[in-house]
C-alpha cells in the first residue's frame, strides 16, 4: 500500500517536523519504496509468535538507592537554548484567559 | 626501528609496562601522525589534544610514584563522536548537537579515562549512527585510509578510518545494526559487535535502544580482546546492562579451533556477493578448516528478510528517542509562534535528510492503524530471526558470513537510494536482532580493487570467549601470508 501525500502530511505534524514541499514529495515516493521491500516481512505468516521486544530479557532490575549529588540546576541549564530564573524558557503553550 | 604510532595497544602496554616508553611519548607519537594525515582522512570532529597529552602525564606521573595505572594505561584512544564527553563537544555528527556540550560522561569514556587511556577526539559518523557510509554527518565525509575516493563505510566510520590510518591505536564505536563490523571491515581493521548489556549505553546517544551496543575498533584481535575487558561489565546507570561477572576476553585467545564446529551461512555467503569478497572469504573459510574447525553450510532462512525486520524495527526505536529533540533543554532552537511551530522547526532545521526519513518511517510504523501491521509484525518476525540462530547454534559452535557484501564504495553511490544504502548492512541485522556477538576480522585485499576484505564471525550471546578464540587462531595463521597491516597512506 503506497504511502499517499496525506500520510507524509500527518506524520509529520505527529513528528513535529516542519517539511519543505520537496522533502514530503521524496519521503512520499522513498517511505512507499521502503515498505514495499518491507513486505516480505508484513506477509510473514507469524501465527502464534510472540513479539520480542528485547532479544535478552531482564526482570526486576533494580540497585541501591544510594544518594548521589545529582545533575546540579546550572549544569542542567547549561545548554538549555533559552533559560531564565533557573528553569527553561519555552513559547507560550496556553491560550490567555478572556 | 618503526614509529610508536604503528605498534598495537597490547605491544605499547607491553612497553608501557616496562617503563621502555612513556605515555606522552606514546601519545605524542599518536597525535603527530593524527595531524599529519587527518586533512587526508578527516576521521575527527573534534581532537583534544591537550586533554590527551594531560592524561598521558598523569598516567607517567602514576608510574613513577611506583603506582599501577592498570595495564593499558598510556595507549590513546579516539571515541565515536556519539559517546557524551562531560566538558567536551559531543555532537552525533548532527546540526541539532553542534554546541552541545554534555555536564556528564558516558560510562564507556569514564571507563577509558579509568584505565587511563588519553582521549585524542570524537570521530565523525552518519548522523546519530543512521547509516552505513558515514556519507550522512552533517559536516564532512570521512575518507577510507585504503583509497581516498571510497567511503570507510558507516555509521563508526570515523573510528574504523583513525585506527586504519594510525591516527588512533584503538577507537570505540557503536553497532546498531553493523555500525562497528562494516566499517571496520571495509578500513581493514578488526571490530567487535559484542552481546547486546556487555557494554553500558549510558550516555550513549540513543539510536535504537533495543540494538545499540558499543564496541572495539583495533589493528588485531587482542587489542579488541583487551579493550572489550576495560569497557564491559554491569552499570547501575542502565538497567538493560547484564548481571554478570564476564570473563577475561584477553585470556580467552589461546586454544585454537580444533574441533570446533563452524557453520557458514548459506543466506548471506552465496549470491550477491562481490567477487573479490567471495574469494577472500572462501579461503578464510579454508584456513579454518585447515586449523582443525570442522565446516559445514547452515541455512536460516529468515536472514533473507533480516533487513526489512531491522528497517521496521529501528527507526520505530528512533522516532521515540529522537523526540528528545524538541528545541527546550538542549541543543539547536528556531523559534517559531507557539511551541508546536518551535518544536517542528527546531527539527527541520536541524536534523539531516537520513535522520528525518527515518523518524517519519518510525512514526508512521508505530501510528494508530499500522502498528500490528508493521512494527509489531516485525517483532513477531525478530522472534523468528532468535529461533533460526538457536536452531543454527543447536549445531555449530560459531557461524561465519562476510561482513559486507562488497568492499567499499565510492563516494555518492549509493546516496541517491536509500534501500540501496540499507541493503549495506544485509549480513550484519541478523545478530544484532538477535542481541548476540560478532566480530569481524581483515582477510585480505579482493583482487579486483585491492580494497580490505572482512570475515564475520558471530556467536551466541555473551559467548565472546569462543569468538575471540576462532578470530585470535584465524588472525594469527593468517597474518603469515598477509602481513599488510596499513594501508599506503601510512608508508608515504
Known sequence: ?98 | MSELWQHTAGQLSALLGTGEVSAVDVTESVLERLRSVEDDVKAFITITEDEAKAKARKVDEMRSAGEDPGPIAGVPVALKDIFVTKGIRSTAASKILENYVPGYSSTAAARCDAAGLPLLGKTNLDEFAMGSSTENSAYFETRNPWNLSKVPGGSSGGSAAAVASGQAVWALGTDTGGSIRQPAALCGVVGVKPTYGLVSRYGMIAFASSLDQAGPFTRDVRDAALLLDAIAGQDPKDATSLPIDHPSYAASLEGGVDGMRIGVVKELAGEGLQEGVKIRFDEAVSVLEKLGAEIGEVSLPSFEYGIDVYYLIAPAEASSNLARYDGVRYGLRVDGEDIVQMNSKTRAAGFGPEVKRRIMLGTYSLSAGYYDQYYGKAQKARTLIIRDFERAYGEFDLLVSPTSPTTAFGFGERTDDPLTMYLSDICNVPTSLAGAAAISVPCGLAPEDQMPVGIQIMAKALDEPTMFRAAYAFEQSFRGRDSQIFPELVSR
Do not use: C
Open chain 1, 1 to 98: 500500500m503506497p504511502i499517499t501525500r496525506k500520510d507524509v502530511d500527518h506524520v509529520a505534524r505527529l513528528a513535529r517536523l516542519a517539511l519543505s514541499e520537496e522533502e514530503k514529495a521524496a519521503l512520499e515516493e522513498q517511505l512507499s519504496k521502503i515498505l514495499a521491500h518491507a513486505e516480505r516481512v508484513t506477509s510473514l505468516d507469524t501465527e502464534g509468535v510472540p513479539p520480542t521486544s528485547h532479544a535478552i530479557q531482564l526482570a526486576n532490575v533494580a540497585r541501591s538507592d544510594d544518594v548521589v549529588d545529582p545533575l546540579s540546576r546550572d549544569d542542567a541549564l547549561a545548554n538549555a537554548p533559552a533559560a531564565e530564573e533557573h528553569q527553561f524558557r519555552v513559547p507560550r503553550i496556553l491560550e490567555e484567559e478572556e
